[in-house]
Nanobody, 120 residues
Framework: QVQLVESGGGLVQAGGSMTLSCTASGRTFSAMGWFRHAPGKEREFLAAMSWTGFTKYYADSVKGRFTISRDNAYNTVYLQMNTLKPEDTAVYFC???????????????WGQGTQVTVSS
């Protein structure tokens, strides 16, 4: 059974940092990504990367503040988030698929999400 499990969410003050982790079980994936869903907004792409790390994509809203990385030995992808803002408050999801990473929601597997709250 394939599962993606996120961890690392919580409450942080504006300007602070946080790292999210997502571990996949059941199989490995060539492409993994991060999305978020804030109340009243559509789900938003944040970052994605390939197995090798050669290909990485970032949304403009997080470029320069967020960094995606992965440890293939542990089948885990990370999202390092710096200089957090109150508008970063959302439920954060990891996603995985075969093939190349995408900026769209065309991922086959999704985690359950982890809440990130940034206080002002």
């Amino acid at each position: 059974q394939v599962q993606l499990v996120e961890s690392g969410g919580g409450l942080v003050q504006a300007g602070g940092s946080m790292t999210l982790s997502c571990t996949a079980s059941g199989r490995t994936f060539s492409a993994m990504g991060w999305f978020r869903h804030a109340p009243g907004k559509e789900r938003e792409f944040l970052a994605a990367m390939s197995w090798t790390g050669f290909t990485k994509y970032y949304a403009d809203s997080v470029k320069g503040r967020f960094t995606i990385s992965r440890d293939n030995a542990y089948n885990t992808v990370y999202l390092q988030m710096n200089t957090l803002k109150p508008e970063d408050t959302a439920v954060y999801f990891c996603a995985a698929k075969s093939g190349v990473p995408e900026r769209t929601e065309k991922y086959d597997y999704w985690g359950q999400g982890t809440q990130v709250t940034v206080s002002s």
